[in-house]
């Protein structure tokens, strides 16, 4: 069975850093994209980040882009985003989420496209 399980978020001032991890298990790893998505009070799940299985390809939201890193340590089996320079409006539920599709070039930003997704971790950055 696949399983996803995310470090714990925190709360931060703006400006700070924070990076979450995810490790997986039940699953080839190194061959299925992950994905990083958000979740705000009152608002819809949004895609943050994805990676590739090679991390050949990554992709970002626009809200995101230049300030988080999207990462991968396929021996480890887990998947990193590193999240700087925060506001408050990053404040959300972060998950992590895999396909498994066994394409190793694939990552999506469409929540569709994955089929396991962690538990949530909380993130909250104070102005």
């Known amino acids: 069975q696949v399983q996803l399980i995310e470090s714990e978020g925190g709360l931060v001032q703006a400006g700070d850093s924070l990076k979450l991890s995810c490790v997986a298990s039940g699953h080839t790893f190194s061959s299925c994209g992950m994905g990083w998505f958000r979740q705000a009070p009152g608002k819809e799940r949004e895609f943050v980040a994805a990676v590739s299985g090679n991390s050949v390809y990554k992709y970002y939201s626009d809200s995101v882009a230049g300030r988080f890193i999207v990462s991968r340590d396929n021996a480890k089996n887990m998947v990193y985003l590193q999240m700087n320079s925060l506001k408050p409006e990053d404040t959300a539920v972060y998950f992590c989420?895999?396909?498994?599709?066994?394409?190793?070039?694939?990552?999506?930003?469409?929540?569709?496209?994955?089929?396991?997704w962690g538990q949530g971790t909380q993130v909250t950055v104070s102005s």
């Open positions: 989420a895999t396909d498994i599709t066994y394409m190793s070039w694939r990552a999506s930003r469409d929540s569709r496209e994955y089929d396991y």
